[in-house]
């Protein structure tokens, strides 16, 4: 810009006099800034201490502290008075003050005036914004039903509006993540097999022997959890690990059986058999608590250790070996159900083995074995249900009779499949609410097409994850830091210990109003938004502390947010004994048998790779959670790629040393958008790669995280439907390497 | 800056422009996006003496499209936007290693308001924001602490603003917003002719 | 005099990086690289293998941070002008040095940089050959960096901070050279430091797991030799050492003009 005077010139000149250009009666009145009263710099040098944080870098919520310096939140620690995580947190809870500070958090929210997938976005006011998604998910409703609406939420900010969508608005079409593409086929296993959900709470602290299939624990973190295991292993527990990757656990292990990718239920099986047969397993308990041993018995006699062996590509002996161990420690025996179990599209029948063979060895409720915590009780909160009935009704899953052990919900191919068709009825509108579906849910194009079919696209979230380039509204929420929503509970980890109960309500660590930005609460947002529909009457919070402080009322005695926060954060309350409890074992299940499938744990062969290609399965790495975590300048710099394991004779043979860059490429062609590392070992079997989740962001707005490794679930487009429950299975895909250009066969 | 007080009132007439060019940056509203306004900035182009950003300067955004136009650079530029936000007004984004918000830097400001007896109204505020410098200065300025305004530009607020002027008169759609950073440029760069 | 020591046990150690984050946190340390292409960290973690070692496949981790070495050869290059230091033990008895900018404590044996003194030439970093220093170049003037243990935590009754966010109990902290702290119990355990033949500078730091693990970890992660350290640096070093008394007065001027003389016969010899 070519100026002529100088400024000091021109602030002298008649042309700039208040006469002339009245800049002061243009300008509304400044309230940014106060007086400060001068104190001396001494008492502004340390920090304060800010209690009531709740984590969710991850979902195991950790309890945490925030040290505030001077209205910037410096640090986050452990709460020290926590029975759970103690003052230790992962690298991610460590991390989440470079979430707060981001600069490429949502700001306002934000209007789509390009294309969804290459949005052009326009700030508008909140008022704007939820008038037009009433708008246009009334529309929906007026013409398609409640049912034309689908919401894919995910985290504790969710729950609030999943449930309005669900109870109030009355759609059955409610895709969890965490349900159908990751813990759903676990819990309903366990429910068909013991009557209670998995969970996670095995006492592994206190066994005798730790059992793991598949948990990569270490390379997947969650504190608490991990406590129990390191415990038990500094007690001395043996411990196995079945996995066709050398993980951070297998390192730690006694055994480790390279298994076959695919075949655990073989495995599986052939143990529970080699205990029948030799009467191994814990006849006492099976006898007093099993149901139909001896149909199951009978239905599993096929499974020699020799027919596994063949199938799993494991030594016999080993198998033996395994099965040897699990007995002569039972019932202090530690058979962890995994988290993360929608693998092959035959989880549900692994789950219920698992389950079978933790009631065999009947390490139920017992010291070392499968234990259920009794935690506090709390209030229950909720929308009614005045819709109960229609969403019913309108189930994707009762009208196909199919999934009839689905959790929760309905399973997202379901959905997905009913938008893209049309058939049995539109789907036309969706929601979603911290999750991400593009890298959650398997096949990317088909999810694309289903966002590209919907009338409108409501999306809210922290980041500006991969989903939210399809927004046709985009909402800002406060993150985890800055909210009251989620109450986290439960007792001492480990159970061996004197018995407590705790309740943690999550309070703010800093304040979530500043002033530049419009970020609000998930309550909030929801009741303007129920409002606006016309379901005003419903609303039974007006506020998040008030639907928290409804919540801690039911506890008992009663709790609230006053008396949390005089409690630092952390309510503790004596516990009870969470041992010599005995649950029924359904081994021979008729009810799976009247709704068609196998009542007995039954494998499954599943799809073997093409020539030339291998198994691609997937895991963590310590430091990410997905797509919001990937974007964390400390998280990025600590691992900025995903490398991909390839075997050490496979790379010789393919010319690939470690450290080369690659692309991947499937068996139905799809390309990875991005490169990764090459990490050869010894530690993988040559029928499999491997890569952790959470890399590879597609959306450049998170400038971080962008194009950095490679996204697992751009390569997974051929899901495998679980029968039962129609959650996802995602490691039936099979990939190559490019290099150069060139693309390179992986041997067998 | 050495401006010699209390001449013709000087320290106010910047401030008063400050405050403007603060106000100017925010997202723009018919609220406060009014010919007035857009008469007041044709003003100020004019009488500094500005033929190229005159030039540059369109007319007056009467109708909702030309609004809109402004208001889409404004998000792009500033808020959020794929590929990525342009130049957000942040210090700490420019300043300090790992570009996030509340870096050090961002904490030398709060110091300085400090240190100058001022707070910001809202305690989590995030303190280099473009807005809040700017009207620091302008409060500084008010009070006749030139030299106090002419330290804040020169340790906090300049080492940034280059950046983000230079992002900004870049990337920029829009020429509303390469004249607004240039204005905010000319108004807070140092005075080469010193003490003439 | 006692010595402050830290292990690191690698049977506990499950890898999750929580150590270097909650030290980045700690610090406000920098992210990236320093313009000797060193990782700006004070502490950090390596994942090694799963790799083939003699005594079987390994996987494990280097989780790593300043020694605090017995010898440490970042404190003698430093070329900064002395000054007369009082330190106060915990008995309230004092010693008196002549330190340059960056020193080994001898009450506590941690190895301290005082920052305001530091003159960002780099030459403890290129000397440290654990890389566990780097240049923060991020302030008006480049300043050395590197793990305190935390000293200043600790005089405040706190931990280190990587100690204290562990969730495996795998970072021991205490003092070496009392016969019964935990960290002396892990030592007549077996704890090793990561030494070789060249480099032996009585490192502070000790790693205890499985023999493949340890086998990994050495293999990898012990350096082999002593950082070659820019001729002109250590020539600086030494000369203010040797004559620090006669350039106490010339001070960073002094230092400045010696380094542009260099500088010049440098160039000279290259033309």
Redesign the interface.
Known sequence: MAVKMTRRRFLQSTGCAAAVLPFANLVKADDSFVKYPYVSPGSMAGTQTVTGGICEMCFWRCQVVGKVRDGKLVKLEGNPKSIDNGKSLCARGNAGVKLLYDPDRLKYPLKNIGKRGAPKWKRISWDEALDECATRLKATIDKYGPQGITIFPHGSSAVYPMHFFEHVIGTPNNSEASFFQCRGARDLAYLATLGVPAGEEVDMANAKVIFLLGSHLGENVHVSHLKRYLKGLENGAKLIVVDPRFSAAAAKADVWVKIKPGTDTAFLLAIMNYLAENEKYNVEYVDDNGDGFDDFCEGIAHASLSWAAKICDVPEAQIKQVADMLSADMPHVAIHPGRHTSWYGNDFQRERAMACLTGMLGAIGTVGGFVRPIGPKLGRFSWPTPMKEHAEEYSLRKLAKVHKFSPPGTPTDLIRNAALSGQPYPIKAMVTWGQNPIQTVPNQAQTIAMLEQMDFVLVCDVMPTDITMYADILLPEVSYLERYDYIKRGTQWDFAEEHQQYIAARMPLVAPETKDHERKDSVWITNELAKRMGYGEHIKAKTAEEMVDIMLAGAKPPLSLKQLRAEDGIHLQEGEDPYDVELDVVFYSEALEEAGYPPVPTYTEVPQPPAGYARLVYGRLPVHTFNRTQNNVWLHQESTLNPVWLNEQSAKKMGLKDGDMVELVNDQGVKSRTATVVKVTPGIRSDTVYMAHGYGSMNPALTVGVGAGVDDQSLISNPSIDPETGTHGMRNNFVRFIKDGKELSIPA | MAMEKPVDNAGTRLAEILRFLAAAMEYPQRSWLTPPYWAALEGLLHEIGSNSADAMLPSYPASPEQLECLQVEHTRLFINAVPHVIAPPYGSVYLDGDGMLYGASAERAKAFYRQENFELRGSHDIPDYLGHELRFVALLLEQGREEAAELFLRQCFRPWFGSFYQRVSRESRHPYYVVLVSLIDFFTEEEEDHGS | MSQYGMIIDL??C?????C???C???W?V???KDSEDRV?RRSW?ERL????TPKG????YYPGLCNHCDKPSCVEVCPADTVSMTFTGKDGTTKTMDVAATWKDPFDGSVQIDKERCIGCGACAEACPYTARYMNE?GDEPKADKCTFCVERIALGGEPACV??????ARIFGDVSDPDSAVSAYIKKGAVRLESAAVKLGPNVRYFGKER?LYLLDKTSTPQELAQINQRRLLMAHLSKKTSRHLQGMGLLGMAALWMKSKEQDSDRTE
């Open positions: 049977n506990r499950v890898g999750c990086h929580a270097s984050v909650a980045r946190a700690e406000n920098p992210i990236g700006r973690v293998g799963p790799t083939e496949l390994a996987y494990t991020d204290q966010t562990c969730l495996a109990g693990d």
